[in-house]
């Protein structure tokens, strides 16, 4: 046992306790503490994203922080939703006529579709999600509601209670510049929404059970002057190149407020020393996508059951060493997100994949299948 662990250990106890954590120490996590798992989008392998039965499902196994994305109504109101548009994920087209879609500027894409700030939550109250994944269960289509932020904070609070432990919520701002021009709520009003839902729910504290979320940096330096609860700077790629490194192609390639701004760094340069150093002046954790945090190689051997070498066959080869840089800056790492049907990118086994990253040492990461998620900790 490092010193150092057994000094954190003394002032982390409540906070292992709270996120349902044991209390070994041979984690590689920045405070040594055993990694979240993080319901992303509730349990939603199983059941439909963003539903309080499936962040209820996701309570049951064992997450310990369920996942909100957070969109805003016609009338300002914070509903979970992957997408500010509501054609993916419910039967919004079954309800209503196509005259209600609109045409607006979606993060530098004309996008045509059923907007959610274009519907009452009243509206919205009358749509049922629907499973966004055509190979994962389709009979709990049409069954549940679109979820408020405030119903999702009250199943974290009474299921936690159920289960006998705080299960922390991770909302996510969805296209923060996007709320704010382009569907015209103007600056700061989605966060200052959720900032004062947030306070009201947990208080205004570093050790309240939540982390805020963005892939957009300036709302989270705003949120950094507004709040003591815990940030999180998102970073996301386009995709994997052949030879493993990481293809950064619009919209993908930058923070959204980037663009607009003008600033030329890309979500590659937020993972350098500097990048990570600047991070840390208004964020707690960074969130990279997870090729970023693993080496591959191709050695020619076919991984994934079929007989097509691609970038999944690749076999894993340590860390990049973004969680360590991450780590020495004092950021907390958690990376995403680790699916059953779809583990790939070195694994054949989604529990293997996800024990590999908890031995380098992430934080926590988001998964859609929690319950792997809990064996692979439990197991690892
Ligand atoms: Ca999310
Ligand atoms: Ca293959």
């Given at each position: 046992?490092?010193?150092?662990?057994?000094?954190?250990?003394?002032t982390?106890?409540?906070a292992?306790?709270?996120?349902?954590?044991?209390d070994?120490?041979h984690?590689?996590?920045?405070?040594?503490?055993?990694?979240?798992?993080?319901?992303?989008?509730?349990?939603?392998?199983?059941?439909?994203?963003?539903?309080l039965?499936?962040?209820?499902?996701?309570?049951q196994?064992?997450a310990?922080?369920?996942?909100?994305?957070?969109?805003?109504t016609?009338?300002?109101?914070?509903?979970?939703?992957?997408?500010?548009?509501?054609?993916g994920?419910?039967d919004?087209?079954?309800?209503f006529?196509?005259?209600?879609?609109?045409t607006?500027?979606?993060d530098?894409?004309?996008?045509t579709?059923y907007?959610?700030?274009?519907f009452?939550l009243l509206?919205?109250k009358?749509?049922?999600?629907?499973?966004?994944?055509?190979?994962r269960?389709?009979q709990f289509?049409?069954?549940y509601?679109?979820?408020?932020?405030?119903?999702?904070?009250?199943?974290?609070?009474?299921?936690?209670?159920?289960?006998?432990?705080?299960?922390?919520?991770?909302?996510?701002i969805?296209h923060?510049?996007?709320h704010a021009?382009d569907?015209?709520?103007?600056a700061?009003v989605?966060?200052?929404?959720?900032?004062a839902?947030?306070?009201?729910?947990y208080?205004?504290?570093?050790?309240?059970?939540?982390?805020?979320?963005?892939?957009?940096?300036?709302n989270?330096?705003?949120?950094?002057?507004?709040?003591?609860?815990?940030?999180?700077?998102?970073?996301?790629a386009?995709d994997?190149?052949?030879d493993?490194?990481?293809s950064?192609?619009?919209?993908?390639?930058k923070?959204y407020?980037?663009?607009?701004?003008g600033?030329s760094?890309?979500?590659?340069?937020?993972?350098?020393?500097?990048?990570?150093?600047?991070?840390k002046?208004?964020?707690?954790?960074?969130?990279?996508?997870k090729?970023?945090l693993?080496?591959?190689?191709?050695?020619?051997?076919?991984?994934?059951?079929d007989?097509?070498?691609?970038?999944?066959?690749?076999?894993?080869?340590?860390?990049?060493?973004?969680?360590?840089?991450?780590h020495?800056?004092?950021?907390?790492?958690h990376?995403?997100?680790?699916?059953?049907?779809?583990?790939?990118?070195?694994f054949?086994?989604?529990?293997a994949?996800?024990?590999?990253?908890?031995?380098?040492g992430?934080?926590?990461?988001?998964t859609?299948?929690?319950a792997?998620?809990?064996?692979?900790?439990?197991?690892l």
């Amino acid at each position: 046992m490092k010193i150092s662990h057994a000094l954190t250990l003394l002032t982390l106890g409540a906070a292992l306790q709270a996120c349902g954590g044991d209390d070994d120490l041979h984690y590689n996590t920045l405070n040594g503490s055993a990694p979240l798992v993080i319901g992303h989008r509730g349990a939603s392998g199983e059941l439909p994203e963003h539903t309080l039965e499936g962040y209820t499902l996701a309570i049951q196994q064992g997450a310990d922080c369920i996942e909100p994305d957070l969109v805003l109504t016609k009338d300002g109101e914070m509903v979970a939703r992957h997408e500010p548009v509501l054609d993916g994920t419910t039967d919004v087209a079954q309800k209503f006529p196509a005259s209600r879609m609109s045409t607006r500027n979606l993060d530098g894409i004309s996008t045509t579709a059923y907007f959610a700030s274009d519907f009452t939550l009243l509206e919205i109250k009358t749509l049922r999600a629907t499973q966004s994944r055509a190979s994962r269960p389709q009979q709990f289509n049409g069954l549940y509601s679109i979820p408020t932020l405030a119903e999702v904070i009250q199943v974290a609070k009474s299921e936690g209670a159920k289960a006998g432990r705080t299960v922390c919520i991770y909302p996510e701002i969805k296209h923060s510049t996007f709320h704010a021009v382009d569907a015209g709520f103007g600056a700061h009003v989605f966060e200052d929404k959720l900032v004062a839902a947030l306070h009201a729910a947990y208080s205004n504290s570093a050790d309240a059970p939540v982390f805020i979320q963005s892939f957009e940096v300036a709302n989270l330096q705003y949120l950094n002057t507004k709040t003591q609860i815990k940030l999180v700077q998102l970073v996301d790629a386009d995709d994997v190149n052949a030879d493993g490194s990481m293809s950064l192609v619009a919209p993908y390639h930058k923070p959204y407020d980037f663009v607009v701004a003008g600033d030329s760094r890309n979500f590659a340069d937020l993972l350098s020393e500097s990048g990570l150093t600047f991070i840390k002046t208004y964020a707690d954790a960074v969130g990279p996508w997870k090729p970023y945090l693993v080496k591959t190689v191709n050695d020619g051997v076919e991984r994934t059951g079929d007989t097509t070498l691609t970038i999944n066959d690749r076999r894993v080869d340590g860390s990049t060493g973004v969680i360590e840089r991450a780590h020495g800056k004092g950021l907390l790492v958690h990376t995403w997100t680790f699916r059953n049907d779809a583990s790939g990118y070195g694994f054949k086994d989604p529990k293997a994949e996800m024990q590999y990253y908890m031995r380098l040492g992430v934080d926590g990461l988001f998964t859609d299948f929690p319950a792997t998620g809990v064996a692979a900790r439990k197991d690892l």
